[in-house]
């Protein structure tokens, strides 16, 4: 049933301003955010410069490396939340991230080893993928049910259900399957004898049962794609042990 769903003919983007924040971003996370946007920039720069030397390509260099150099600037004070009197430069190295964020590491001065731990950091990245995919779905359904954009809700459903597929959170599947048929039964409005064919068809409507069981769920697996402790290579979770999450 959910597999011969008809494909999404229209998504809405995820707008994170109709809601506050599910859950405020722990230090880790802040920290591996930055560093990925800082590699990010780092890797445009190298790009740029091995571009012919031209006005424009200053001019853009000049624009990142004022970024470049904000970003440096975030890590030092929002380290200090976490440092544990550990200095930024080694707790980078002793974590293994100097590694996994090179360019971050150089412009911090920090040794870079291309072996070894490098191809698990690889592994890590690449799993981050599928469950990235996931996240982004479950928040699109809960921006959908809020604003009520409920035209495609199905369809989005059927796709976070296909997400799901062969990832860590497979077992969610099997709660979707016993709900969708009734979902999509409340979502899908006929069309009347009547309606003009450049009209917009009805608008379809939950029931608050169908809402409340949406964003439980969605926030289940929010929580787990985003904020598990098992998303974090192992020797940057110990290095936070002492947090509380």
């Not at 424009?56 to 976490?82: G, N, V």
């Amino acid at each position: 049933m959910l597999l011969s769903t008809a494909p999404l003919a229209r998504t809405y983007p995820y707008d994170p301003s109709i809601a506050e924040p599910l859950i405020a971003s722990p230090p880790l996370h802040d920290l591996l955010s930055t560093l990925a946007s800082l590699e990010l920039l780092l890797r445009k720069q190298q790009s740029l410069s091995l571009l012919p030397t031209t006005s424009e390509r200053e001019a853009s260099l000049h624009h990142l490396q004022k970024e470049i150099s904000s970003f440096l600037s975030i890590l030092t004070p929002l380290f200090k939340q976490i440092s544990a009197g550990r200095s930024l430069a080694e707790f980078v190295q002793t974590t293994g991230l100097n590694n996994f964020y090179p360019r971050c590491a150089r412009a911090l001065n920090l040794t870079v080893d291309v072996s070894g731990q490098k191809q698990d950091y690889i592994a890590w990245q690449q799993s981050l993928i599928p469950l990235n995919k996931i996240s982004h779905c479950a928040l699109q359904i809960r921006s959908d049910i809020q604003s009520n954009r409920l035209r495609y809700l199905a369809h989005q459903i059927a796709l976070l259900y296909q997400c799901l597929a062969n990832s860590p959170l497979q077992r969610y599947q099997s709660r979707i399957q016993e709900r969708f048929d009734d979902l999509k039964q409340t979502l899908t409005v006929p069309a009347t004898a009547s309606q003009d064919e450049a009209s917009e068809p009805p608008q379809a409507n939950l029931r608050d049962d169908q809402k409340e069981w949406l964003n439980a769920l969605t926030i289940e697996i929010i929580k787990e794609t985003v904020y598990a402790s098992k998303l974090v290579p192992d020797a940057v979770a110990a290095a936070f042990a002492h947090l509380k999450r």
